[in-house]
Structure formats: C-alpha cells, structure tokens
C-alpha cells in the first residue's frame, strides 16, 4: 500500500493505493474504488465496465480494523445503505452495498484486523 497525497482547488486530500492480483483499490478523503484488470495486464479496447467485479460481496479497500457492524445476516439493505465501518491509515472507511438484497453474512467482527480483498460480507439479490 502506498500513501498519496493530492491536491484540488487549493484542498489537500490524503489516502492510498494498494493492488492485489488483478485489483487496483484507491481511497481517498474516506471514498474507496476499485479497478478490475483483465488478466492481460491491458484494457480491451472500447471496453466502458469493470469486469469481474462482484456487487453482492463486500471487500475490504485496505488493510485495517473493523470498527463497527451495521448490519447483521437476515436484514435487508439497500443499495448504498452502509454494512460495515473499518479504520485504516487513522481514517475511518465506510463500506456500503452496492445493490438492494438481504444479508446473506458477516464475515467479519468488531476489533478484527483484516486484509486487502478480504471478503467481509455477502449479499443476495
């Protein structure tokens, strides 16, 4: 993982960039994205989405601790309704679902140190 620092309009963000095989993570100013790469190492050409990315798993954006459990395994969420909270670099990160469905499960828990990618929770459709 490296530290980054950037500037916009005179604002000062701070975050980091970290890969694990074929993913690329960003976070930045608290906000996290992810890039797929095909396993070619090179985009196709005219490609507009990220393959192989799955929206009913949560991952972890970086190494760091879990915080907090929003969420537990039966409810159901909405899309970008917040699951988990996990502290990394003294920042704290907030994870939400990318899609409406139920909890499926938690695998993760407060105080838990966890990896880059590590699947935290998953979700049914």
Same mark, same amino acid.
């Given at each position: 993982?490296?530290?980054?620092?950037?500037? &916009?309009?005179?604002?000062?963000?701070? /975050?980091?960039?970290?890969? !694990? @095989? $074929? #993913?690329?993570?960003f976070?930045? =100013?608290?906000?996290?994205?992810?890039?797929?790469?095909?396993?070619?190492?090179?985009?196709?050409?005219?490609?507009?989405n990220?393959?192989?990315?799955?929206?009913?798993?949560?991952?972890?954006?970086?190494?760091?601790?879990? &915080?907090?459990?929003?969420?537990?395994? /039966?409810?159901?969420?909405? !899309? @970008? $309704? #917040?699951?988990?909270?996990?502290? =990394?670099?003294?920042?704290?990160?907030?994870?939400?679902?990318?899609?409406?469905?139920?909890?499926?499960?938690?695998?993760?828990?407060?105080?838990?140190?966890v990896?880059?990618?590590?699947?935290?929770?998953?979700?049914?459709?």
């Amino acid at each position: 993982m490296k530290k980054i620092e950037i500037e &916009i309009n005179g604002q000062r963000m701070f /975050g980091a960039v970290a890969k !694990a @095989g $074929e #993913t690329t993570w960003f976070s930045l =100013a608290g906000e996290v994205w992810t890039i797929e790469s095909p396993p070619s190492g090179r985009a196709a050409r005219g490609a507009t989405n990220v393959a192989g990315v799955d929206p009913t798993q949560v991952r972890a954006p970086m190494p760091g601790k879990i &915080i907090k459990v929003v969420s537990t395994v /039966g409810s159901t969420v909405i !899309a @970008g $309704e #917040t699951l988990i909270v996990m502290e =990394a670099m003294k920042m704290e990160y907030t994870l939400k679902a990318a899609v409406t469905g139920e909890v499926l499960e938690i695998l993760c828990e407060v105080g838990q140190q966890v990896t880059l990618g590590a699947t935290l929770a998953k979700l049914k459709v």
